[in-house]
């Protein structure tokens, strides 16, 4: 009896491991393009975490059985890596937010001259209307610059299984692939049915002049790319990725991404759309054929009209951004009123929304450290992180943000230009942990080297903050949780050249105005540390204290709204702090002139 429980039992598991791969998994597009890697056959990849694009690399460690996963210290990096082990023979991607291509420029343009041995896939996520970024450039017109294949998947099903199909383009035409989404594709939701993994045939790496990139062997790179990108240009008109929906001849749209999912809600049933999957090279065969059977034509994308210049140059005429806004997110509702001029209903529920500008969160590290810059009308450089929120009213305790590594180069652009012009003023130059292995050690040698009058500030919260608490080289961990060596930034900046390096809690203001202080009256080359954990990281054991605020005491000065924490405000003319987002920092008690604040120990 027993002997026949079990054996029903591993049948059980086996119909189970048979029938997985049709069961359907809701899944975010990052989650499936991460489940495309490891279907594809993928053996290497390396990133750095930025929004929309950083769920794909915290969902893969899942699969390190099968492959290896990495966060690199910035996307520059990522790619070289990714690049390399795919000349090694491996099946490789990088994944990066749209401004990260910025970054990875230099090798990609290179990868697409020298070629591929097996595929290679750079991944970018472009943010419209910028949810979480400085810009919304449009990434597609990187591929046409580099005359690379660009592949957009619409929902996440094709997240999943456009990956397979960039290996093989990338094998078959020797050249890397860009793998595009959008915020909408990356984070919406939507039913993916599984595969089964299939390994790649090794490739094996021979020596050969053909990574080389000496301008003898570029030149001729340069007629193999042309010559590849003219094969995939007569591919892109027969591309599975491509689809040609049929259903009347009024009205024909050609679209692709997230656009496709919004036209398919707006236009009429009867519509015929062209969608495509493969938007580098554009399928001019099949869009001239698709233009023949309409009577008016569409061409509707997000952000540039990157299709839609290319449709006119062959000389088919479309309609497109005169009709549809070249900025910013799209939405079915945006797209119904600019196209027919139909405008969403509404309905008055009686409630005005509050504006709630972005904050520092309560307890954060950094709000210290931008009080006292703030406070001493200091000239600050920031940079792209949490800490650009220590710009903001009323802490008011940032100049600039650029991009990521400007905190340090900005400002020595600044100190330089202020000395030019004869004023004496110093100038800090700030950026996080995180921003300082990607890009800001550069910074703090051409402070250096140039001599520039700029004080380099590392914000040490030993994470990854804004895009949600993933490791880096200074703190302790990799992407799979393993423990790593942890790089000390005042090793670095030490060995850079500047020889007095202040190292502060910022929750001490004294301390981080007397280290200011400091720093500028310094005879030698001078940095400054702010270290504190970010409160939220969860494998810190951080003991909380809440602080409160003597009712009889207080005089009501608003002196401690001045630290813009989101725990503090005003209750019948007195100060009042929230108990539930209090995290019991005392930077709000160290401002106030009457110590009405304290903090009670638990």
Known sequence: MIYNLYNSFIECKNIKKRNDAKVKHLLSGNEAIARGLFEAGALVCSAYPGTPSTEIFEELPKYSDSLYCEWAPNEKVATEVAYGACIA??????????????VAADPLFTAAYNGVNAGFIVITADDPSMHSSQNEQDNRWYALHAKVPCIEPSDSQECKDFIREAYEISEKYDMPVIFRTTTRVSHSKSLVEFGERTEAEHREYRKSTKYNCAPAFAYQNRAKLEKNFSALEDYSNICPLQKMEMKGSKIGVITA????EYAKDVFPEDTSFLKLGLTNPMPMKLIREFASKVEKLYVIEELDPYMEMQIKAAGIDCIGKDLVSGKYELNPQLLREQLFGVKAETADVGVTPVSRPPALCPGCPHRGFFYIMGKKKYTVTGDIGCYTLGASAPLNGADTCIC??????????????FEMLGEKKKVFGVVGDSTFFHSGITGAVEIIYNNADTIPVVLDNHITGMT????????GYNLKGEVAEAIKAENILSACGFHKILIVDPYDLKAVEKAAE????????AAIICRRPCLLIKREKIEKSLCSVDREKCIGCKSCLRVGCPALMMKDGKAFIDP???????VCAQVCPKSAISRKEN
């Open 518 to 525: 400091e720093a500028i009256a310094s005879e030698e080359r």
């Open 89 to 102: 023979g491996a099946r490789s991607a990088s994944a990066m937010k749209h401004v990260g291509m910025n």
């Open 468 to 475: 949600g608490h993933q490791d880096n080289p200074g703190s």
């Open 580 to 586: 539930n987002q209090c995290a019991g920092c005392t």
């Open 404 to 417: 990521m590594g400007g905190g340090f180069t900005v400002g020595a652009g600044m100190a330089k230009a």
């Open 257 to 260: 991404s997230i656009a496709y």
